[in-house]
């Protein structure tokens, strides 16, 4: 019985000899206190006048009647309207077309006294039928006819014989059908026809500006967050936010109270329980209650929790009645329940059973693991409070290493962090390892792992292959943390030989065990000094393009860059840095994340090309006090990078000092070709600041045989102690290797040319030079050319195939001399990096004798940014005063004769 609808209703008197009429079956329903306005679905209905049938069809509480209401009554005036609020006692085949035709009567069509409807064996005499459509026809003005209920009506002649009126009548009467679902009428044919309007349920969910208007009806006003999560709790749907108006309305501090109520508030749940549970069958209800616990589900995971064979029929059928069951997805065979109706379930069947509860989580924990959807299983399984399970699960499908990777912040790893500590189980115990390294905390893990060893030993040393990987990844990830680099190396060939024994399938679709692994294989091969092996680890993780191990590649990625700036290839170096710092601005990584190492990488390769001030931007942005989690590899970087960038600006002490503070940083040691790069570094500065004899010292500290770049700075320390000789016939090995890195070849070639030329070799002096020069150039290696420059400018004297050279490394045409102007000076030849348009603008400014803050406001700059400038321009012109760099300037034609204004 609706709401509506009262006892007291008054009756008029009977068309046939059966129970008299009611009244109010007639009336359109009085617009309510509430009514919030519609007109994007009025409009809808009213631009299809001409379509012969219209149906609204929505849940219970979904304003179909109402909005059908409002409609009818503007129709009035285009149309005789004829209502009539149908009850489930109406299903009987002559008391339907006794209300018909009774309703039609007091919209005013002439229908004969004679005409009855009277009862056959399949439904209506026919020749009612045929005679009722044959005076409707001949009525003028256009009839609509509103059936307000009609899902209440059982069978389907009712609708057969309807159909054939309507089809018989058309255009003069026009159906307008309102219900909880579809009438069994033929709406196929009226819809391909384009002779159907339709209102359903996503049309009747309320939109934002029309659940503020119900609520603000109610004197509740909601900021637009809480009204979005309202409308997101309710779906949109009209009863619900008129229930939640209602139970607001006398709050002052409703907006704290609207994420407080659910669906088993208890004006919402009677509602729910008289208009949905109480007319289902007893064995629906319970299929409905049992249900509830899963969230989206298809009808084999709802056979599988309820153990009813005829799911898939049930819930098709409670779709099509509108009973808070509806798809998923538009495409597929999975359901839901309306967000509240589930809340409501989920209270009802905690207050009936809530010892079946955890059953059902757990067959559905079943199912779903069977059917790989592991997440879903932990969850229910973590509901049902079976820790073995959750964890098992998780182990068994071989998430380890996406626990490791998201830690808590997935779903997966949060339902896990609920496990209890103590949980006597070593899948329990791995699961618990791998979070704890997720966290940060090594010492952690390494107790949850020795507690996994000591649970699969009181168990007899039973485990799965699964839960053997599991423990050797997580071995191998912990050696890596602790910085045990031999121990990873050492734990490669068991883990290689366990990813052999899982499926191909499972590492396909779990690419981050085998690229955590050899990512870390890749860390320890650089920390012992292999770089060329940890170039081959790296780029393998670097290259993946596997979801979820984005991080990973972004962080392999820096690290191979900067490996690759020591090996001396520059170019790609910076491509693989910009890379990484693409990506992580791709993937929106928070500052703590970002990858430094990318910087440090830019800033070495500048460097190595001599680009000072660019040099300079990286190191700031890669400065460690701006990044309080800096490694080792990161620290030792930063200060090798910024040591030579003083030592270019002429600061030799604070050079000197970041080298030392570096290679007594306390911590973990950086890796060995990092190290040895300082020591290297820190030998050759002691050449530059006069004590030789400390460099032979340091070259002393390294094993024999000496690498590479030992021995060129042996040689150099030699030389510069007076055993130019001795340092020749040292470095003469080195120079017949093929197998030098190209920063080791420039700097042994260089080293040469210095000792050919403190022993007046000039011939042999140059072919060095022009040995260095040649492996300098694929690379733009300019450093270690510039700092040996001032001494070996005189070797490019009277040399133009030399000078050449040296042009093209500075990556610029040679600038031609004006008339009678050479470009030389006492020292030689001149050779200068290009400047930029700004520095020629203030170039220009100096010429003209301007002081630094009128060249600043002519070119609407800062003072500050003028002094960078000129700072920049000596160093390009190899000079230390601003006049002396303005008379290299006019004599290399870069600027003509200036004029002060004035």
Known sequence: MRADLVVTTPVIGPETDGDPLLESKFEIPERPRFMVARPRLLDTLIARRDAPVTLVVGPAGSGKTQLAASWVRGEAAHAAVAWITLEDEDDQASGFWTYVVAALRRAGVAISPALTALPSRSGVDRSFLVRLAAELSEHEMPLLLVLDGASSLAGEQWAADLEFVLRHTSPVLRLALIGRWDPPLPLHRYRLAGRLTEIRSENLAFTTEEAAELLALHGVELSPPRLASLLEHTEGWAAGLRLFAMALQDHRDAEHLVDTITGNEATIAEYFVDEVLRVQPPHVRAFLLEASILDTFTPELAEAVTGRADARRLLAELERRNAFVQPAAEYSATYRFHRLF????????????????????????????????????????????DWHAAATIAIDHYMIGRLVLEGRSCRLGALLGQLPDDCEDAEAAVVAAALALADGSVDRCARHLARAEDLVIRRGW????????????????????????????????????ALGRVPAAVLTNRPELRLLTTAAQGSAHSHLGAVDAAATCLTQVATSTAAGCRG????????????????????????????????????????????????????????????????GRHLRASDPRHHPRTDGVAAAAYGLVKSRRLQARGELRG????????????????????????????????????????????????????????????????????????????????????????????????????????????????????????????????RAVQQVWARLRRVLRDDDELAQQYRLLQGETPAVPRPGVRATDAGGVVIVETLSRRE???????????????????????????????????????????????????????????????
Not at 479 to 497: G, K, M, T, Y
Not at 578 to 606: I, K, N
């Open 342 to 385: 589930a809340e409501l379930l989920r209270a009802q069947l905690m207050c009936e059973a809530p010892e079946r509860t955890a059953n059902l989580h757990g067959h559905a924990a079943v199912w779903l693991a069977a059917h790989g959807q592991t997440v879903e299983a932990v969850s229910h399984a973590v509901k049902a409070r």
């Open 840 to 902: 020629m603008e203030v170039l220009h400014g100096m010429a003209a004798m301007l002081p630094t803050e009128e060249i600043a406001a002519t070119l609407y700059v800062s003072v500050n940014t003028v002094k960078t400038h000129v700072r920049s321009i000596l160093r390009k012109l190899s000079a230390s005063r601003r006049n002396e760099a303005v008379r290299r300037a006019r004599s290399l034609g870069l600027i003509g004769d200036v004029t002060r204004p004035g």
């Open 655 to 782: 050079a000197m000092g970041l080298l030392e503070e570096a290679l007594t940083a306390p911590g973990p040691p950086p890796p060995e070709w990092l190290a040895r790069e300082l020591t290297v570094s820190h030998g050759h500065l002691l050449i530059v600041t006069g004590r030789p004899g400390e460099a032979v010292e340091t070259v002393g500290r390294f094993a024999t045989p000496h690498p590479a770049e030992v021995v060129v700075l042996h040689a150099a320390a030699l030389a510069a102690g007076g055993a130019p000789e001795q340092a020749a016939e040292t470095l003469v090995p080195v120079l017949a290797s093929t197998a030098l890195t190209p920063p080791t070849c420039v700097e042994a070639w260089l080293v040469m040319a210095t000792i050919a030329e403190q022993l007046g070799e000039v011939e042999r002096a140059r072919n060095s030079l022009r040995h260095a020069l040649r492996a300098a150039g694929p690379e733009f290696q300019r």
């Open 462 to 497: 039973e485990y799965t292959e699964a839960l053997a990987l599991a423990d050797s990844v997580l071995g191998v990830l912990l050696a890596a943390a602790r910085d045990d680099h031999p121990q990873v190396l050492q734990f490669s060939p068991a883990i290689e030989q």
């Open 552 to 615: 990973l590649a972004i962080d392999s990625l820096a690290h191979l860059s900067l490996v690759e700036a020591y090996r001396g290839r520059l170019d790609r170096a910076g491509k693989l840095a910009t890379e990484a710092l693409e990506a992580a601005d791709q993937c929106g990584l928070e500052p703590a994340r970002r990858p430094v190492l990318a910087h440090l990488t830019l800033a070495w390769v500048a460097m190595e090309r001599y680009q000072v001030d660019a040099a």
